[in-house]
């Protein structure tokens, strides 16, 4: 089992910058691959952006790309994602998960809300 802990959201303007943190326990930190999802109001969950285990290769949403850096640091446990450019279009709960066994998201955080004002 892994328990993540998401922090770091908040209110700011467009334009701005956010780090968002995932702090993980439970089992062994670097077996998993992770991923920020996002939920806004209305819309499904989407992908924003993801990391290996060795944190070598990651993977962004179209939307995201060049605004937001996805990074671990295994001494840590932690996964942030650096989010630049804020638009209002960002608003949304944002979620770190990690890939399980089988390969698929299993394990989820409890949501940090991120608002971009115009």
């Known amino acids: 089992q892994v328990q993540l802990v998401e922090s770091g959201g908040g209110l700011v303007q467009a334009g701005d910058s956010l780090r968002l943190s995932c702090a993980a326990s439970g089992r062994t930190f670097g077996t998993y691959s992770m991923g920020w999802f996002r939920q806004a109001p209305g819309k499904g969950r989407e992908i924003v952006a993801a990391v290996n285990r060795s944190g070598s290769s990651t993977y962004y949403v179209d939307s995201v790309k060049g605004r937001f850096t996805i990074s671990r640091d295994a001494a840590k446990n932690t996964v942030y994602l650096q989010m630049n450019s804020l638009q209002p279009e960002d608003t949304a709960v944002y979620y770190c998960?990690?890939?399980?066994?089988?390969?698929?998201?299993?394990?989820w955080g409890q949501g940090t809300q991120v608002t971009v004002s115009s």
């Open positions: 998960s990690a890939v399980g066994p089988g390969g698929t998201y299993d394990y």
